[in-house]
């Protein structure tokens, strides 16, 4: 059985102290499998547990708002997922020397899709 994405987020975390070195999490599956929900638990984890101390720039509430718009210009329904995410991206979370989240960064790539009935010979 695969461990919970909690524990996978605990593990790079304490690794992180340890070490003062970098984790990466990566994230694969096929569509509808939960790779992004399983990033949104993985931010709010570690932002949870590592705290922000005060910090007013990065907060799970922003995370959040920013991800409900993401979704809304990057989702779109599926044969296999009726709100998949159609772009990738890269999140970055920084910590300070106390362990505390202290910025987060986020690079989304993904091609623009538009959805309508187009005039003959016409292409968007």
Not at 21 to 35: C, E, M, T
Not at 101 to 122: E, H, M, T
Request: hydrophobic share 40%.
């Amino acid at each position: 059985m695969a461990p919970h994405i909690y524990a996978v987020a605990q593990t790079a975390y304490r690794a992180m102290l340890m070490s003062r070195q970098d984790q990466s999490i990566i994230l694969l599956g096929s569509s509808g499998s939960g790779k992004t929900t399983s990033c949104q638990h993985l931010v709010q984890y570690l932002a949870t547990i590592a705290g922000t101390g005060g910090n007013k720039v990065f907060s799970v509430d922003k995370w959040q708002a920013l991800y409900t718009l993401l979704e809304a210009f990057g989702n779109s329904p599926t044969i296999m997922n009726g709100n998949a995410t159609r772009f990738s991206q890269i999140l970055s979370l920084d910590f300070d020397q106390a362990g505390q989240v202290a910025s987060a960064s986020i690079q989304v790539r993904g091609q623009l899709r538009v959805v309508g009935d187009w005039p003959p010979g016409f292409m968007p």
